[in-house]
């Protein structure tokens, strides 16, 4: 067996290196490489193995395949499914942070508070670092195509899920900032606040903001001794970097069009860059029969009904809405359940008052909020591991008491 530093390494060191190897095959050389689904597999696998090692885990395991067989019968039943090959990476996606959570619930008596949460935001910073440096190369890919809105998501398929991983992470970071005050977090954040610029993504620039005016309002509400590295850098946020931030961003909203589109405030609250892929999935989810709407229709068919009713013609198209997504593909039953998995840490921060529960709290509420507006959160392996790794750290907290603040 593994020892848990070295399965935390894997899943969260190794692991951005492996989905950048994955971006140069797919967004430079035009191909693609196993090594992700290998890597993936493995750490899935182990992860399982796991399992059966905890009698409890193991019921609840048990269960969640139950319900998920019945779900896969009905997608076979109804004439679903057809592509196993979409059904397995789509299975690995939602299986692959339940098995990281199953790990990290075997050794959480053995991990320390402080190292998982400098892990998850060693994972974000990782993604940061490496968008930084590809754009500084210029080899960094556009997020949205040379023909749209400015920014840049680096070696990395899927901007909007390093996106949300970052702002996670960011938020451990503001925490330690807060509390130790050294200049290696200061580091961290500027990191974190260049990227929130460079990736042109709504959600991280608005997330960003949010977590940059926590880190400056959240000394007048506790009183704590701070550092007098992080008053000097709280006090250059607020009167220098903040506005220099927001500036910049309102530069980038007045010469590129297709970004001022996506900060009109309008658009954001009314979520218009999302309507026509919800109209798509309620046309194509009014033709759902019982037992598509308690057990759901799988990917294949919900990426192509929806494709369907977009085009005039069957052809793949994620919602990016999230709760539609997991209510079409897996029912209202098994759904439910996976949209619901992290509010009870979410209940367990807010009992408490304290920093580390408030910027927890920012972190599950980005993700949630992010899944809403912009997808790729419960679909997402990148934010879910973090998401995961911060459940552990409630339990730690509340029930182990091993730690205070």
């Not at 218009?272 to 068919?301: C, H, I, Q």
Request: aromatic share 18%.
């Amino acid at each position: 067996m593994i020892s848990i530093k070295q399965y935390l390494f894997l899943v969260f060191i190794l692991s951005v290196f492996v989905d950048m190897l994955n971006g140069y095959y797919q967004l430079i050389l035009n191909t693609t490489t196993i090594v992700p689904l290998l890597f993936k597999g493995a750490i899935l696998a182990y992860s399982f193995f796991l399992v059966f090692k905890q009698p409890k885990v193991f019921m609840y395991f048990v269960i969640l395949i139950t319900l998920l067989l019945l779900d896969i019968s009905s997608w076979i039943v109804n004439d679903h499914l057809n592509s196993f090959s979409i059904l397995s990476n789509e299975l690995i996606r939602q299986l692959y942070p339940l098995g990281v959570f199953f790990v990290l619930w075997f050794y959480k008596d053995e991990i320390s508070r402080d190292d998982l949460l400098h892990y998850i935001m060693y994972y974000g910073l990782l993604m940061a670092s490496s968008v930084c440096i590809t754009a500084a190369m210029g080899v960094g890919v556009s997020s949205y195509g040379d023909d749209f809105g400015y920014g840049t998501k680096g070696l990395f398929v899927a901007g909007n899920d390093m996106s949300l991983a970052i702002l996670i992470s960011f938020c451990v970071c503001a925490y330690y900032l807060i509390i130790v005050g050294s200049l290696k977090y200061v580091a961290y954040s500027v990191v974190f606040m260049i990227v929130s610029l460079l990736a042109g993504s709504t959600a991280i620039m608005i997330g960003s903001i949010l977590i940059c005016s926590s880190i400056i309002f959240l000394p007048l509400i506790y009183n704590i001794d701070y550092s007098r590295t992080f008053k000097y850098f709280r006090a250059v946020l607020f009167f220098v970097g903040f506005p220099l931030i927001l500036y910049v961003m309102y530069r980038i909203t007045q010469i590129d069009s297709y970004t001022m589109n996506k900060f009109d405030i309008h658009n954001i609250l009314a979520g218009n860059a999302r309507n026509v892929l919800r109209d798509a999935y309620y046309a194509y989810a009014s033709t759902f029969n019982w037992a598509d709407m308690f057990f759901g229709v799988g990917p294949e068919a919900l990426y192509n009904g929806v494709g369907k009713e977009l085009f005039g013609y069957s052809r793949g198209r994620s919602i990016e809405v999230d709760h539609l997504t997991i209510w079409g593909m897996y029912g209202y039953g098994l759904g439910s359940l996976i949209l619901m998995y992290p509010f009870p840490a979410f209940c367990q921060f807010i009992r408490e008052k304290n920093i580390l529960s408030l910027f927890m709290l920012i972190a599950i509420s980005l993700f949630f909020f992010h899944g809403i507006y912009a997808g790729h959160a419960y679909t997402s392996t990148s934010s879910q591991v973090s998401i995961v790794a911060i459940i552990v750290v409630a339990y730690q907290i509340y029930y182990v008491s091993t730690q205070s603040d």
